[in-house]
């Protein structure tokens, strides 16, 4: 453990040094240090057209968590996270309409946070843009080899594949199945999916659908289509996407299968926005809601605002949502929720206040304030949010911060106290917190990075 923290110490030292000479991207390193007992080092530094990721991290009793990873046009390792086309297999039915998964490129990108870093996975281009072979850290300790592709934008289509094979390690396989469909597949796993998407003036549209096969179970596929459309100020955004119950989910465990659908309309212009969403899903079996078949529904609706004004811009938005659930044997319950905040934004003070209520969680309110200081240098602020539930008594955090930017120098200070329950009046059960970070970035420009 103590050579741990030493070899820690010595990555933060390293990370604090100068820099070499200018490249693409900015080089940046990160020391914080948590009142807890925690701290974490973090270290970016370009190579030409490539990023190198060092960091380390621990909690107060916790080992000490080491991380690298390298970002390149070729070549990418370390904790990398699934992309585009990868993605959709891996969770199907968890997007809604709008969802940006559709325009990402297919592949892996690279997990540039330590707390969700996890194994380390590899992706090799042989051809720039286009093919690679990827080798993927994936559920309960598994392993995923495949191969993607990506033909770029021809004209008004493009089009990406994916094959991949994979499993459990061995130990971690289910040993019960229920339904003909174990809970986790038994040994070695095929994948294969395709997404072709099209794109014209004022509208897109994707396909994507593939397949999974495992041993000692029934094959399963899933299918989404997505379709969006823009005219000035307004836009639609639709989303249809079904899987059925012996899908294995891409680097993940067993999908129960299920359909769902949504719409989403945007009305935009310069001082402000509406955004209406309606989202229905249904589980299996079957296709067609009944008495008898599990669905959620799921209705937003968000009003945003803005008024100039001399030397800065009042902001108001107003957010509500309701989710109906019935279950198999007809029971309905619903969850509403609600949001209303304002604010004010400037150069010299940011300001707001907001209040939250939801049926389940109870009542919340916030305000908050950050002004700027020693001579547009820095800002400092506070934060103080009181909630209270039913049959509960209320629970108050308060905390402040400082920041402050002096070239390549940064310093942020952190302090607070959270879980304040107000028992008749009387303060119990404090948790006081702090932390302390020290960032240092090539080409500094004196302004905090709250502020860029």
Same mark, same amino acid.
């Given at each position: ?267 935009? %212009? ?91 969680? %109870? ?90």
């Amino acid at each position: 453990m103590g050579m741990n923290r030493i070899a820690v110490c010595a990555l933060a030292a390293c990370c604090l040094a100068p820099s070499a000479a200018a490249a693409s991207r900015a080089a940046e390193a990160v020391v914080r240090l948590e009142w807890s007992g925690g701290f974490g080092v973090r270290c970016e530094v370009p190579i030409g057209a490539a990023s190198l990721l060092l960091g380390g991290e621990a909690d107060a009793d916790g080992p000490v968590r080491f991380v690298a990873g390298l970002d390149s046009p070729l070549v990418r390792l370390g904790p990398l996270a699934a992309a585009g086309l990868l993605r959709e297999a891996g969770n199907p039915l968890g997007f809604g309409p709008g969802s940006t998964v559709v325009e990402e490129a297919s592949g892996l990108r690279l997990e540039g946070s330590l707390r969700a870093a996890g194994g380390w996975s590899a992706e090799i281009m042989l051809v720039p843009h286009a093919v690679g072979l990827f080798w993927m850290d994936a559920y309960r300790g598994s392993h995923i080899l495949g191969c993607r592709y990506a033909s770029g934008r021809r004209g008004p289509l493009e089009l990406d594949a994916v094959a991949a094979v994979g499993g459990l390690a061995a130990g971690d396989a289910e040993e019960t199945w229920i339904g003909e469909c174990p809970a986790a597949a038994t040994g070695r796993t095929l994948h294969g999916a395709a997404r072709i998407g099209a794109r014209g003036s004022g509208w897109s549209a994707t396909a994507s659908g593939g397949i999974s096969a495992a041993e000692h179970a029934p094959p399963g596929w899933f299918v989404l289509a997505t379709a969006a459309f823009r005219r000035r100020e307004v836009g639609i955004d639709l989303l249809a996407a079904g899987a059925s119950g012996g899908y294995f989910e891409l680097g993940r465990g067993a999908l129960s299968g299920g359909a769902k659908a949504g719409v989403r309309l945007r009305l935009a %212009g310069e001082r402000g926005s509406v955004r209406v969403g309606y989202v229905v899903s249904a589980g299996l079996p079957g296709f067609v809601p009944g008495p008898f078949l599990p669905t959620e529904e799921e209705l937003s609706f968000i009003v945003e605002r803005n008024r100039p004004a001399r030397g800065g811009e009042w902001q108001a938005s107003l957010s509500a949502s309701n989710r109906i659930v019935a279950a198999a044997d007809g029971t309905r319950t619903d969850a509403p929720s609600g949001r209303i905040s304002v604010g004010w934004e400037s150069a010299r003070l940011d300001a707001g206040a907001g209040l939250e209520l939801d049926r389940d969680e %109870g009542i919340a309110a916030e305000v908050s304030a950050d002004a700027a200081t020693f001579g547009r240098r820095g800002r400092s602020g506070g934060k103080l949010r009181c909630s209270w539930r039913e049959g509960e008594p209320a629970c108050l955090s308060v905390s402040g911060s400082t920041r402050f930017a002096l070239g390549a120098f940064e310093v942020l200070l952190q302090a607070g106290v959270r879980g304040v329950q107000l028992s008749v009046g009387v303060p119990d059960g404090c948790e006081p917190w702090g932390a302390f970070e020290w960032r240092v970035r090539e080409g500094g420009n004196d302004v905090p990075s709250g502020r860029r």
